[in-house]
């Protein structure tokens, strides 16, 4: 039986969620195809040809594409037994299977799933619609296999790392960890892994990266929600990496909590290719990182961001700025912190622009601070209704969005679209804005390195992306 694997958006990389269960069914004797809607055309010959098509859905963006893509693929293929997988599979199960017509969804550790009802689908035929037999989530150990990459567009077709002047670097992408220990109420990793994580074997992690390496990876991103959950297996993956490919490069995202705990491979990371380290810092209020069950202070970030400069490691911060905690003041504050700390150049604009997303299953829905502000949940947005007691604050969260948007568009430096920003929180806050005298930087570059493609999960579609449906 063909079974087709889809993925609709992830941040830019060439999807891991296509390449390791396209090796697990594979192995099972499936014939398998796989489908980037990021990057390839939209094949309606395999997805016509395909008895189970399973759909990857690691984030909100994705979700809402794959929301967007699916009549259309139903209209091709009506027949098919759709699945969906990922992180946002089980927190929207109602939905996609109201909705979009999902027979299986599978969340967390989901290759098994996959083979299971790929065994089931080739012994009783596509139309088989028994209840589905495995969890919604799985957390069980399971034997990852090396990723097929095959089936994939090239890495040159996605987000490269813009080091400046002109000069870039192929990017691969690779995962040596899923889940995460930790409980931060605002995640959406927390509904499905609660606490726990699961390691990729090291030498799998290195087999992968050669394997893109020899196609021409320059950069690898390790796409663990934190590299440092298990600090005893990340130092010795990077270390190896390093022993083998002295010249890559490469970023991981390590929440500020874990740059504290763990200052002494500061350094570690530098001298084994580390390019940045992106660390979601949401907020700079201790009232709202105590809300979200952060695990670390403003001060703990200031305190990061010296360390990060001693051992001339680069941080990418991200924010959650529009909270119904958060406040017009509260938002310049943000920005003076950032400018005093001479993080300007180290934030992508977008990081400014966040709107805070409230997935089901969120463990804020347990805090009665957000209870007060809560709306009904939008199935279609995926995300719970709220709005802010300062209508103020939508409005500058519109102008702000709007200025990082164009930007963009033109071309604009971050210090450039920073200079506006600026401007419309002090005008928000009814003050003058006092001018931005911004160093220069030593190498005569305010560029820092960064994915062409910013990370952000929660966006909506872009106009373009909408276009394709
Ligand atoms: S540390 Fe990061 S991945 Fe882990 S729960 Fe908190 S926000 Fe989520």
New binding site residues.
């Given amino acids: 039986m063909n079974v087709l694997l889809l993925s609709t958006y992830e941040l830019g990389h060439q999807p891991f969620g296509l390449a390791s269960p396209a090796a697990f069914l594979a192995d099972a004797g499936a014939d398998v195809h796989c489908l980037d809607l990021a990057v390839d055309a939209f094949d309606e010959i395999a997805i016509g040809a395909a008895g189970l098509i399973a759909i990857y859905l690691p984030m909100h963006t994705a979700t809402r594409i794959a929301s967007m893509a699916v009549p259309r693929i139903r209209s091709i293929n009506p027949s098919a037994h759709l699945c969906f997988y990922g992180l946002y599979a089980p927190l929207n199960e109602a939905y996609l299977r109201t909705e979009l017509g999902g027979g299986t969804i599978l969340g967390g550790e989901f290759e098994g799933g996959l083979v299971n009802l790929y065994r089931r689908l080739s012994s009783n035929g596509p139309a088989f619609d028994a209840a589905q037999s495995d969890p919604l989530i799985s957390l069980a150990k399971q034997e990852f296999r090396l990723p097929r990459r095959d089936g994939l567009a090239a890495l040159s077709q996605y987000a490269h790392v813009d080091m400046g002047q002109n000069a870039r670097r192929t990017v691969g992408y690779t995962e040596a960890s899923r889940g ?1 220990k ?3 109420r605002h ?1 959406p ?2 509904p499905v892994y609660d606490g726990k994580f699961r390691i990729v074997p090291p030498q799998l992690v290195i087999d992968d990266i050669r394997q893109q390496v020899d196609a021409g990876a320059e950069h690898i991103t390790f796409g663990d ?2 590299f440092f959950n298990g600090i005893g297996h990340a130092i010795p993956v990077v270390e190896a990496l390093h022993a083998e490919f002295p010249e890559l490069s490469y970023d991981a995202t390590i ?1 500020v909590e874990h740059l504290l705990k763990h200052a002494n491979h500061l350094d570690t990371l530098v001298r084994t290719g580390c390019l940045f380290v992106t660390t ?1 810092v949401e907020s700079v209020d201790d009232r709202v990182l105590d809300i979200l069950d ?1 695990g670390h202070t403003r001060d703990d970030f200031v305190q990061v961001i010296k360390m990060a400069a001693r051992a001339n490691l680069t941080l990418s911060p991200t924010f959650i700025p529009f909270l119904p905690w958060s406040s017009r003041e509260g938002y310049l504050d943000l920005l003076r912190l950032l400018v005093d700390q001479g993080m300007v150049d180290y934030v992508a604009p977008v990081q400014l622009t966040i709107r805070l997303l409230i997935p089901e299953g969120s463990r804020l829905l347990d805090v009665e601070e957000m209870r007060q502000h809560l709306g009904e949940f939008d199935a279609a947005a995926l995300s719970y209704q709220w709005s802010h007691p300062d209508p103020a604050m939508d409005a500058l969260h519109a102008q702000v969005s709007a200025a990082a948007e164009a930007g963009d568009t033109e071309g604009a430096t971050r210090r450039q679209i920073f200079g506006e920003i600026w401007r419309l929180a002090h005008a928000a806050c009814g003050l003058n804005p006092p001018s931005l005298d911004l160093p220069v930087a030593l190498d005569g570059s305010d560029h820092k390195p960064c994915l062409s493609e910013p990370w952000y999960c929660c966006a909506e579609p872009t106009a373009k992306q909408i276009a394709e449906f």
């Fill in positions: 995460c930790h409980l931060c995640c990793v927390v929600p934190d929440k979601a952060k």
